[in-house]
């Protein structure tokens, strides 16, 4: 079976690749497009580790196919700052010691991103059910949802204490 | 002369005849299992391999080194690791 | 030196971690982010049933297939003997961790490996195992650990006799040892008491569940040399494991530490990195292997299920003159459980005259367990902490006062021995008593439930480097795997010491080959040894700081002070000159004596034992048993908090974990013996909507033996939330829940069951 | 090599054309939230798969005379976020959004979630309790069947070969009408279903139920629904005796197995307790005394 043909938008940058039907986005990220900050923690959409922007649309990029990328608009971790700046919630989850090992923090940061795109404004509980198909098993997510909800804030133009 | 306890009733009693507590003359913990080594053979290379040691209450992975004040009372335990 | 009383500027802040921006934009790389030009997929073919004689194993069709570069069975390792050595975690015997990479003769658990392949794509490599033909003679197996233990049960091994009785046993059973510990007559002690609290509970095996697969990149040399890319809790350990699974020389490997994806113990032994450099080997070209998450769940360590009795008795005061213990921990199919540990962590947080415990490490038809966060200590607790509850309801006692009335002091004789020196216990229990949580009125329905816990914490071998760059910024070393920022509280300590802002000190995680061994990081060791090994480092290039400004002022080197990042003449008479920093003196290094640069190594001793008690509010839906955390305190003796914030996160996090082994967390067997659950959707781990925010709170009792007064804090955490929550769900609904975990089911179950 | 191919028609002749003549198995993708976790672990093997999202009409929610009609590949936040759908579905729209994550609702679609017939599928009992209908698309042109005739059994559906989904219709709904949605996991999210229920209802002005539909999930081979449920619904309010019938009834249908994620004893008790509180949100919304989410 020959290989497919597909056209993406990648963290803005018009990106051309060939994939087999089986690999999934995550796999043509990491495999073939070289973006390995998207991370796999089960290739069966438990875990959120591979969390992207598809679209507009937040998805675990696990449970996409590379195919059905062409045409699309993909936001990946690699593409959350603007250059050397950092978005707010990168830079409160560094203020917040919002992570310990790392490993989900791409997909965390990347749905975070999401929700605040969606709703400036979400309430505790609303942030909690939202970033609930991220797992993190470092922290107890209690600094995580302490930095999102201060990058709200922050993004909000409130002053935070 | 310092006090030795075997705390653990397990692997290290077969080598004492079931004895869990004795005095043993030694100043540093090398002499100590020696002597340990000597008086009840195979004891001493089981406190080695796979025992750490409580001087006076403190607790060493490895006390190879450790000096012994007379009267110490050097307990004998499992080894302990972590997560 | 001692810090724990001087003002300290960098030490108790909370600076961003080193390595904090390459985490949060991806560029970090994980061992399943390297791949090479040319390299190959190694994927591992895994026992379908829990227990088999491996009658044959044909490999011919697989290594035809087109784009298969190798493949690997227990014939292409050595038969190596059988040899005890402690290696950080806890005891490894070197023929089991063998046989437990690649079976031979025998697979002891579904999942166990038995063979490996290597080729160009993963597809093909999972073609490759498909046509491995394995002739398999299924025989019957045991799961539970009192089946395993009962008479007529499957043996495993058939060289197993039980150690730890005299005289040892004739014929071969699955207990592989026997633990007692006792102090003073527990018997007779029972016999004057005016209350006893008997009860028997159990625990799963649950799964450390680090969100990162096991992971490896291998290269061999047709020279022989080896490099490794892996990620682990200790690379020294990998590079030591490898050598002796594949008898091979330590210099010949050279491990390079990945960033890691979280242990808690699981990524403290070797699954993965053997079997790649067999592969290696064999094909000639770079191996990478990552496991699936279902492998992770049918072949990687869980921790022991136990099942466990308690007894303690008390005078009518609340006095606690007796206590008893059976633990039964299952160790997989290996021995190996943290029995020991378990024997000694149930009763330490309490001054009791009278102690019998008796621990039972036993083998059944499950993946070898692995350590996981204060190995065996939150098994037992669960149990101790949920009869101390049922002691202080029997005795009409608030569960704070029963605990202060026989908790642990200095000076209080432990009964597997040592006596407890500078422990912080009781500072604890004064933190609850004060806390607003501790006092705060219930919501109706609701329930409060406390629970203490334990853990010895250990030291070990550790090696710090640093550098003093040229232009005066500085460079630590260490060899320990960053696991959750100990980059962060590690450069704190140098800079402390160097008297500079913490951002001034970069730390590296140095390979194998760059710098002196270093244990593995667990047991809550590295900010306690690694960083007194950093600390000695700093200090030395202190005294070599001074001494070059000494020979720059021609003045005595006692003449010459070290502050605030400066050299600075003694008092008046030493001289009148400008001060000299870190980038004056750096400049001038080649006239000095050339480069500023120390490492130092340690066999670090007196870590300092820790206490943790947690305060959790639940309320039960009677009708569906589901539990829901409405607030949770967690209060610990760190020693010292060198970096607040990741104190902070290792608690909370440890109290999650704790919270998912206390409600959801197990692992679902079918009758044959076949994990049901290996994956994210029914291993049921916290999520963010699971759990409230975990107020932690840190109580400083310092810690001589350590520069700065740290104790490790990354296990105590995960010791009391199970009795925590069953205390609270028996305050909220008056049912006691003894069997872990504690799921609507259950609950509902315990709800019908009193009708 | 990989066999598999892959192919994404913008018409539903197209479609068709390549379901029929597909040889060996054909894989329609909507959402893929479930068959992409099925190809990886090799539970299915398909030679081809057809991507339906970029035929005209399967993505999209549109209005017709009080008749709310999805495209059968809308990702299930779509839904969530339609203002219209949540006035007249509520109960629809919570289910949507307890299936799986917020990126899996990026992705998950009601033909995925109705044609991988689970009997746990959370948008399945609602989809059932709201009547609603399926215009099923294939060589013989346009058919319409109610959904509850679409899952046979686990895993298998009624569709032929070359037929597949174009879009669901929801009926137009009377005034003081309304649904719910409930399902029961082990956690707060992520989980699938242990049971699951879906009530929809009409009252009249006294609160006397005038129309109702109880669908169970996870209690049976697929979901179903419990007509004597309703039954006990109908022609009273919500008064304690009625909620014992509906327990009753609910509990008397529930015929479920012992898995991994509920045993039989509490499935059925758990269906019991979930007719009364859905019932319970139905009854409220309809009189527009509560809208919200049960979480």
């Avoid at chain 4, 009377?174 to 956690?187: C, G, H, K, T």
């Avoid at chain 4, 049971?195 to 009409?202: E, I």
Wanted: glycine share 10%.
């Amino acid at each position: 079976m020959a290989k497919t043909y597909v056209s993406a938008t990648i963290n803005g940058e018009q990106t051309e690749f060939l994939c087999e039907t089986q690999q999934t986005l995550l796999d043509v990220l990491r495999d073939v497009v070289g973006l390995t900050g998207s991370k796999e923690g089960c290739a069966s959409g438990d875990c959120g580790a591979c969390s992207v922007i598809l679209d507009g649309r937040l998805v675990c990029s696990c449970l996409v196919l590379g195919v059905e990328a062409n045409g699309t608009t993909i936001t990946t971790i690699e593409g959350i700052a603007q250059g050397d700046k950092l978005h707010p919630v990168q830079q409160k989850f560094l203020e917040h010691a919002a992570l310990q090992c790392g490993f989900c923090t791409p997909g965390l940061i990347v749905a975070s991103k999401a929700l605040l795109d969606e709703n400036p404004n979400p309430t505790e509980t609303e942030a909690r059910y939202w970033l609930a198909g991220n797992l993190c098993r470092c922290t107890g997510y209690d600094k995580v949802i302490r930095a999102v909800m201060d990058a709200a804030a922050e993004m909000r133009g409130e002053t935070v204490g | 002369m310092v006090k030795v306890v075997l705390s653990s009733g397990s692997a290290s009693q077969q080598f004492t005849g079931g004895e869990t507590e004795f005095e043993v003359e030694a100043t540093t913990f090398r002499r100590l299992v020696l002597e340990l080594e000597q008086r009840y053979p195979g004891l001493g290379k089981q406190v080695e391999e796979s025992m750490a040691i409580a001087i006076d209450g403190e607790i060493f992975q490895d006390a190879y080194a450790a000096e012994l004040q007379a009267g110490s009372e050097i307990v004998l335990i499992p080894k302990i690791g972590g997560g | 030196m001692n810090y724990i009383d001087s003002s300290l500027k960098v030490v108790g802040s909370r600076p961003v971690r080193p390595d904090g921006v390459d985490k949060v934009t991806g560029r970090a790389v994980f061992a399943a982010d390297t791949r090479t030009a040319g390299m190959l997929w190694g994927k591992i073919l895994r026992s379908p049933h829990a227990h088999a004689r491996i009658v044959s194993i044909d490999t011919s069709k697989a290594e035809a297939l087109k784009g298969v570069f190798g493949v690997v069975t227990a014939a292409d390792f050595p038969d190596i003997p059988s040899e005890e050595a402690f290696v950080g975690e806890g005891p490894v015997n070197f023929r089991d961790l063998a046989l437990n990479v690649m079976a031979r003769h025998k697979v002891l658990y579904e999942g166990h490996a038995l063979a490996a392949v290597a080729a160009s794509t993963q597809e093909i490599a999972d073609q490759a195992l498909a046509l491995i033909d394995v002739k398999y003679e299924v025989l019957p197996h045991v799961i539970d650990v009192e089946e395993a233990m009962a008479d007529g049960a499957p043996i495993l091994h058939d060289d197993m006799i039980t150690t730890g009785v005299n005289p040892p046993p004739t014929k071969a059973s699955n207990i592989a040892k026997v633990v007692t510990f006792k102090k003073g007559d527990a018997e007779a002690a029972f016999a004057e008491v005016d209350v006893i609290v008997e009860g028997r509970y159990t625990t799963q095996p649950v799964h450390q569940a680090y969100i990162e697969p096991h992971a490896c990149l291998a290269t061999y040399s047709p020279d022989g040399q080896i490099q490794i890319h892996s990620s682990s809790q200790g690379h020294f350990m990998v590079r030591a494991y490898t050598a002796k699974l594949l008898g091979l020389n330590l210099s010949d490997i050279r491990v390079n530490p990945a960033e890691i994806g979280g242990g808690f113990g699981g990524k403290t032994l070797v699954y993965l990195e053997p079997v790649a450099v067999a592969l290696s080997r064999k094909s000639g070209r770079t191996v990478k292997m990552q496991m699936t998450r279902e492998e992770v769940f049918r072949g990687s360590g869980p921790t022991s299920g136990a099942a466990m009795d308690v007894k303690i008795g008390a005078k009518k005061d609340g006095t606690i003159v007796a206590a008893k213990q059976v633990l039964k921990y299952q160790a997989g199919a290996f021995a190996g459980s943290p029995i020991g540990p378990g024997c000694m962590c149930g009763f330490a947080m309490y001054d009791l005259p009278n102690v019998d415990v008796v621990g039972y490490d036993v083998v059944s038809n499950r993946p070898k367990v692995a350590a996981y966060r204060a190995p065996g200590a939150p098994i037992t607790s669960f149990a101790v902490e949920s009869a101390m509850d049922e002691l202080a309801l029997k005795l009409g006692m608030d569960p704070l006062t029963l605990r202060e009335k026989n908790a642990a002091k200095n000076g209080t004789k432990t009964h597997y021995g040592p006596t407890h020196q500078n422990i912080g216990f009781t500072a604890v229990l004064d933190a609850v008593k004060a806390h607003p949580h501790w006092k705060a009125p219930l919501k109706e329905g609701q329930g409060r439930g406390l629970a203490t816990g334990f853990w010895f914490n250990i030291g070990g071998e550790s090696s710090a480097q640093v550098h003093v760059n040229e232009d005066g910024s500085v460079t630590a070393a260490t060899g320990s795997p960053d696991i959750g920022g100990s980059r962060a509280s590690i450069g704190m300590m140098v800079a402390e010491v160097l008297g500079v802002p913490a951002d001034v000190v970069r730390t590296i995680v140095a390979d194998t080959a760059s710098i002196g061994f270093t244990h593995l990081t667990g047991g809550s060791r590295v900010t306690f040894a690694t960083g007194m090994a950093a600390t000695q480092a700093a200090e030395k290039v202190v005294e070599d700081l001074k001494r070059r400004a000494a020979q720059t002022w021609e003045i005595p080197v006692d003449a010459v002070e070290w502050k605030d990042g400066k050299a600075y003449p003694a008092g008046s008479n030493a001289g009148a000159f400008e001060p000299l920093d870190l980038a004056a003196l750096a400049l001038k290094s080649p006239r000095t004596g050339g480069p500023i640069a120390a490492e130092v190594s340690v066999n670090a001793q007196g870590a300092g034992a820790g206490f943790g008690a947690h305060i959790c509010d639940v309320t039960v839906d009677k009708e569906t048993g589901h539990v829901t955390i409405e607030r949770y305190t967690a209060i610990q003796d760190v020693g010292k908090a060198i970096h607040p914030s990741y104190v902070e996160g290792q608690i909370q996090g440890g109290a999650a974990q704790g919270i998912g082994w206390a409600l959801n967390e197990e692992y679902i067997y079918n009758d044959r013996g076949q994990m049901e659950n290996p994956g994210f959707l029914d291993y049921r781990v916290p999520v963010a909507s699971d759990v409230p925010m975990i107020e932690a709170v840190l109580v400083e009792v310092p810690n001589p033996r350590h520069p700065f007064g740290a104790r490790g804090v990354g296990e105590v955490p995960i010791v009391p939330p199970m009795a925590a929550i069953a205390n609270a769900i028996r305050s909220a609904t008056g049912l006691r829940m003894p069997d872990l975990p504690m799921s609507p089911p259950k609950v509902r179950a315990a709800f019908d069951a009193r009708g | 090599m990989s066999s598999l191919s892959y192919a994404a028609p913008t018409s539903v002749d197209e479609a068709v054309k390549l379901l029929a003549g597909a040889s060996g198995l054909a894989k329609v993708l909507s959402g893929g939230t479930d068959l992409l976790v099925q190809l990886r672990s090799g539970r299915v093997k398909p030679d081809l798969i057809v991507d339906t999202k970029k035929i005209p009409g399967l993505i999209g929610i549109r209005e017709d005379n009080g008749s709310y009609i999805i495209g059968a590949a809308t990702p299930g936040a779509e839904v969530e976020a339609h203002a219209g759908m949540k006035t007249a579905w509520p109960g629809l729209v919570e289910a949507l959004d307890l299936i799986g994550s917020t990126q899996v609702q990026g992705r998950c679609s009601l033909a995925g979630n109705l044609c991988n017939a689970s009997p746990a599928a959370d948008s399945v009992p609602a989809l059932y309790a709201a009547a609603a209908t399926a215009v099923i698309v294939g060589p013989n042109g346009r058919r319409e069947v109610p959904v509850e005739q679409i899952p046979v059994s686990p895993g298998r559906t009624s569709l032929a070969k070359d037929e597949f989904i174009l879009e669901f219709r929801l009926p137009p709904r009377p005034a003081r009408s309304s649904d719910a949605y409930l399902r029961f996991i082990p956690r707060t999210e992520m989980d699938i279903a242990v049971v699951g229920c879906g009530v929809s209802v009409t009252l009249d002005g006294n609160g006397v139920c005038t129309a109702a539909r109880v669908a169970l999930g996870a209690v049976a081979p697929t979901v179903i629904l419990v007509q004597a449920a309703a039954d006990a619904l109908i022609g009273h309010t919500l008064d304690a005796d009625t909620l014992a019938k509906l327990d009753a009834a609910a509990q008397d249908a529930a015929k479920p197995i012992s898995d991994k994620r509920g045993t039989i004893e509490y499935r059925i008790k758990v269906a019991g307790v979930l007719a009364r509180r859905t019932a319970g949100i139905a009854f409220d919304r309809a009189q527009g005394l509560k809208n919200g989410k049960a979480h």
